[in-house]
Structures are given as C-alpha cells and as structure tokens.
C-alpha cells in the first residue's frame, strides 16, 4: 500500500502558501493623515531606507498637502492606506518622480507602512489597487525605485511583475539601487 502522499510532487516543499490578501482601503490623505504618518513612521526600521531617521510633522503636512493637489489635478496620488477597522497603517500610491536624477518625468509607485503591518500583504494588495487605478487613469506605465538592500520592497514589486531596468548608484547617499518598470 503506497502512501498517501506518494503521488505529490515535492519539489514545492517549503514554497509558501498562496494566502489572500488583506482587505485595504485607500483614500486621499486628510491633514489628520498628516499626523498619522508622522506617528506609525517615527520609526528607524521604517525609515532605514527614507533618511534613516523620522521626519518632522512639517514633511508630512506638506507632503499629505501635495497628495491633495495630485489627485485633484492627476487622478492618483500616495493615497492613506487603512486597514479592515479603518486605522490608517501608511501610504501607497503613485506620483512624478520627485527628484531632478532619475526617470524625471515618470510616475513612480511606492508605499511605506508602520512596522506592525509588514509581512502581512497590505503593501502588495494596496499596490495591486494602486495599478488598477493608475490604469483607469491612462498611466501607460510604472517605476519603482528602490535601494537594493530593500528586499522587503523588492518582493513586492516582483509580486506586482514589474522588470528590474536598471541599477545605478544613488548621487545623494551613494547607496546601490534599482529601478523597475511595468508597462499598464
């Protein structure tokens, strides 16, 4: 009598389970998401890749203030990303390139999320939602740039299918990074 299990190809072993995503909301940020980033970012594993340090309040008033005027003038922005209770755990969303190196003129998709929720799937099913709606605004297609030692960002974009393009060393920390492209 064989075993149950002697018809199974094993090779898969190990791979990780196919869970679903999370549920994840989106919306455009508030001045009180101003306040809420600067909370669940004051963190130096959150920011490792951002500076290194937290940022002030001010940084998050502006940029939640430039998110209002994307999505008013662009239809997409780094929208606040809130879990199934509705507590605000990040951003994701898509924006131009801010920098004057780079893929200048390009729409960038990225995310950043309070530590408590990574390795959970909110910035995966965030910037599938991100892509949906980029294509439903005509965005022809995306990068991502992001510091090679990233990896946690790195899986999430290969989760979103996206190329690596290009890497290059980044003129202001002259830290390796790379760029990724996915077409929509």
């Known amino acids: 009598m064989g075993s149950l299990f002697s018809g199974i190809d094993h090779r898969l072993k190990g791979c990780p ?9 989106l919306r455009v940020p508030t001045d009180e998401d101003a306040v809420a980033w600067h909370r669940i970012f004051d ?27 994307h999505d008013a003038e662009l239809g997409f922005c780094l929208w606040t990303m809130l879990d199934a209770s509705g507590r605000v755990i990040g951003f ?3 924006q131009p390139w801010p920098q004057e190196w780079g893929p200048t003129g390009e729409i960038e998709i ?11 799937g909110y ?10 709606r980029l294509r439903a605004a005509g965005v022809p297609s995306v990068v991502a740039m992001v510091l090679s030692d990233n990896k946690r960002s790195i899986a999430v974009i290969e989760r979103l299918g996206m190329r690596l393009v290009e890497v290059f060393t980044t003129p202001t920390s002259q830290r390796e990074g790379r760029c990724y492209r996915l077409e929509l």
């Open 110 to 120: 990225g995310w950043r999320l309070g530590r408590e929720h990574w390795g959970k």
């Open 43 to 69: 963190d130096p594993d959150v920011m490792e890749f951002h500076g290194g340090k937290p940022a002030e309040l001010s940084v998050y008033e502006e940029l939640t203030a430039r998110q209002r005027r």
């Open 92 to 94: 994701t969303g898509a």
């Open 123 to 132: 910035a995966t099913a965030a910037a599938q939602m991100t892509l949906e």
């Open 17 to 25: 389970v196919n869970h679903a995503l999370p549920v994840v909301r």
